[in-house]
């Protein structure tokens, strides 16, 4: 048995004869198995792939298809004998082959094992021979097969650069001249192709030839994208110049450091910043790169495509890298004042939502605050009135960072996060709808329904195996955690040790994806801080607490730990109001209590202004992550505080 989905979905006996897997959904279902690498894909992941709104009956159609394949793959299979192919596994199902069966991992092994040793070039050679045209060419009209057709065509064309340099180093250039031109032609941006069809030509002992294709490509990136060529480029001309009868090209140039265009660029950007970890901070700054040479281009439009083509989804309120925000900012800003309020409805609403996006509210002035809402709402409004989905939804993830205003939104972020998680369902956006999903989490734990954000917690984590989004279950870590502690203040509930160990565990987590500072940074002590607060106890004092952004907030608090009174006095009057963020009830809380301890009843009575209309949540909550107990805990004592109660 062999199964091909390089090109139309197939399969084939070991006789070559193909086997007959039934309709469209039969191909798919199996096509997205072969995509998950032999690993289980849960149920509702293959009803959520198959169907943009599944029928009623969707995991009964689910079994006929798979019960349909069984028979067709194994024909032969005793009655009441488990299948050995196409298995169930826990809540799903996964594809068992060897991976020499499937033309696919045939591809990405030999392309592995080509990057290692050139004694592979055979196989490589068959592997790219295997392809019959787009991956998973008659699976249309689904995200998942787009983003594999994506990823697989990336590694097609490295692969067939590797190959080329390989064959190059055996002295076989002359052969590769007409190949290595069309593929030139066909992807002009990729820096590496130029380099390697001069390198063809010199052997074929055309050296002006050469010189001229590097120049054609010293040319095209000066005049496209305002760049000069790559040191390899530069080496090979200096090269071919000097009369160099050899041109060797180190091995890192494939794997790495490949020079694309803007648009490529911005897409390749986009798919890596959904891998979290370090591939997020790589996307960011091909993304900013890709913007600038954008821009030099002076071609607008295609400028306000490439900013807002980075459509990942934001969640939290404090940027990671501040300074590159404000650059993305300042493109889409010149870009939408060269459009001009007459330019193209959707890339106004792409570049209007790119300003709300990446407008972090945590960051800002008050004149950028206001700005940055004015940009949510227009975008919103374009997006609504173009009636496209995955505009909208871009635009309200815009929204919700921008409605953190005052103390007590959660129930209004709730109704946007239902609003995106409904629109990214139905028409087909997985990333969103996990934004959805946590968005939801998010207001459900500030407003203390610890069921309800469960539920979105596990769903988040569902769609995330389809996704490939390794973040999530970090976040939903740390909302497990916020719940233990919530628990630990209740009769007959977890110990506060056992709370404390379920955040060091979700610390642990988030501190392996060094890629989020923004989210990092001093939460692990603000969450330590809201434990104690919780149980009564002072705050803690361990030197090595990273308090992060929080500091002036939690310090009046350790040095009353402290015992140190006045001290703390003099940090409380310091104590500026919050930023407008996802902790800004937690801080206002945090100065509540310590107005409270000292008697401080003018700064108490600020506090409880600000804290009144978020009496019905939980400090901290908001963030999904950490608690400090009940809003309304820290507002009577406010009041008290400063007589008004």
């Known amino acids: 048995m062999r199964i091909d989905v390089l090109g139309a979905v197939r399969a084939l006996r070991d006789d070559g004869t193909p086997v007959d897997l039934g309709g469209p959904r039969h191909r798919e279902v199996l096509a997205r198995l072969v995509a998950a690498g032999a690993r289980m894909v849960p149920t509702d992941t293959l009803v959520d792939d198959l169907w943009a709104e599944p029928p009623v009956r969707a995991v009964g159609a689910l079994r006929t298809f798979v019960a349909a394949l069984r028979r067709a793959l194994e024909p032969d299979r005793p009655p009441r004998t488990p299948p050995r192919v196409l298995v169930t596994e826990g809540p799903g199902y996964a594809l068992r082959l060897p991976r020499e069966t499937v033309d696919v991992h045939r591809f990405e092994d030999a392309l592995a094992r080509a990057r290692r040793t050139p004694d592979a070039l055979t196989d490589l050679d068959a592997a790219l021979a295997d392809w019959r045209g787009p991956a998973y060419a008659d699976v249309t009209g689904s995200a998942w097969a787009q983003r594999e057709r994506t990823r697989l065509e990336e590694l097609r064309l490295e692969g067939t650069e590797l190959r080329a340099r390989l064959l190059l180093d055996t002295g076989a250039g002359a052969q590769l001249v007409a190949e290595l031109g069309t593929h030139v032609t066909e992807h002009p941006w990729r820096e590496p192709a130029w380099g390697l069809l001069a390198r063809a030509l010199h052997q074929a002992g055309r050296q002006a030839d050469a010189l001229a294709t590097l120049r054609r490509a010293r040319t095209m990136l000066a005049d496209q994208l305002g760049l000069d060529p790559g040191a390899e480029l530069r080496r090979l001309e200096a090269d071919i110049l000097s009369g160099a009868t050899t041109l060797q090209t180190p091995r890192t140039v494939w794997t790495a450091g490949v020079r694309l265009g803007p648009r490529t660029t911005v897409e390749l950007a986009r798919t890596l910043a959904l891998a979290g970890g370090d591939a997020l901070v790589h996307s960011r700054r091909d993304r900013l790169a890709a913007v600038r040479a954008a821009e030099r281009t002076g071609d607008m439009a295609l400028t306000a495509r490439v900013i807002g083509a980075y459509d990942v989804p934001a969640l939290w309120s404090r940027a990671d890298d501040p300074e590159q925000c404000r650059a993305v900012v300042a493109a889409a ?52 009135e173009l009636g496209d989905p995955a505009l909208l939804v871009l635009a309200l993830n815009g929204v919700f960072l921008q409605s953190f205003t005052r103390p007590g939104l959660a129930a209004a972020r709730d109704g946007i996060g239902a609003e995106i998680l409904d629109l990214a369902t139905r028409h087909e956006l997985p990333s969103f709808a996990v934004l959805g999903r946590l968005i939801r989490l998010q207001s459900a734990s500030a407003l203390g329904d610890l069921d309800a954000a469960a539920a979105h917690a596990e769903a988040a984590e569902q769609l995330a195996v389809h996704t490939e989004a390794p973040l999530v279950p970090v976040l939903t870590g740390w909302y497990r955690a916020r719940a233990t502690a919530a628990r630990s203040a209740e009769p007959g509930g977890p110990t506060a040790a056992t709370a404390a160990a379920h955040y060091r565990a979700a610390e642990s987590a988030l501190a392996e994806t060094a890629a989020m500072p923004g989210l990092h940074r001093g939460l692990f002590a603000l969450a330590l801080l809201g434990l104690r607060l919780l149980h009564d106890r002072p705050a803690p004092t361990d030197p090595a607490l990273d308090w992060g952004p929080y ?86 004592d406010a009041e008290a505080c400063a007589g008004e109660r």
């Not at 790119?354 to 960051?363: G, I, K, L, N, Q």
């Open 551 to 636: 500091r002036p907030w939690a310090h009046p608090l350790v040095l009353l730990a402290q015992n140190r009174a006045e001290e703390a006095r003099t940090a409380l009057a310091m104590t500026p109001e919050p930023p407008l963020d996802h902790m800004q009830e937690a801080l206002w809380c945090l100065t509540a209590h310590a107005a409270a301890r000292l008697g401080e009843r003018p700064i108490a009575a600020r506090a409880a202004t600000a804290l009144r209309p978020a009496r019905t949540e939980h400090a901290g909550g908001t963030s999904g992550m950490l608690t400090l107990g009940p809003v309304a805990r820290y507002l009577a």
């Open 333 to 384: 800003e010149r870009t939408l004042t060269a459009l001009g309020t007459d330019g193209p409805a959707e890339l106004r609403a792409r570049l209007l939502a790119t300003v709300a996006v990446e407008s972090r509210s945590a960051d800002l002035s008050a004149g950028g605050q206001k700005r940055a809402g004015q940009a949510a709402r227009e975008a919103e409004a374009l997006a609504r």
